[in-house]
């Protein structure tokens, strides 16, 4: 199983990210001409995305994280508008796209059921068909606009030499079991492939 004590964050491959933050949105682009972003929001709420404090962006120049306050302007197609302290312009706004926004895990409010679990939780969980079998580990969960999706890092050893990464629906279709404490989450490979035949 892969180490689950940092993640990587995908648009700065030199950037690990600790298991103590969690990812609440992204930057889809500029807003205006003033510094304002366009964000990709993954929280329930839109607006819950500024009720935790500053966010926190890891970059390649700033690999500990860089602080920003965050004000909310409005919603746009896909998500909202959003100033973040210190981003003053155009060009700015334009070269974060892509980047994430994290926040401390200690400041989101506690999971209600003991069932629940937050995307960060999955990254690193083996993964293992319905008979139990391990044929790789979780690399990310996306949204791009159709629903969430798994994706798993195949491991060629146990796939006869097939490697690469693979998106499933993350649905309890099929994904039926996700166990945290234990790992590892269980994916219904047949049925996907009969989808895609």
Known sequence: MADRSVQKDTRNAGV???????CIAAIAGAQGV??????KVFTEDLASVADYGPVTLFTEEHPRGEKHKIQLLHTVKGGVAARLEGIGDRDRALALKGQKLY???AALPDLAEDDSFYYEDLVGLEARDEQGNPFGTVNAVFNFGAGDL???????????????TVLYPFSGKFVPE????DGFVVVDRESFGDRDA
């Open 16 to 22: 690990a990210v600790g298991p103590d933050w969690v």
């Open 34 to 39: 003033r510094g304002n972003v366009r964000l």
């Open 103 to 105: 926040v401390k895990k």
């Open 150 to 164: 798994l994706e798993v890092a195949l491991d060629p050893a146990l796939n006869d030499g097939e490697k690469g």
């Open 178 to 181: 996700v166990n945290i404490e």
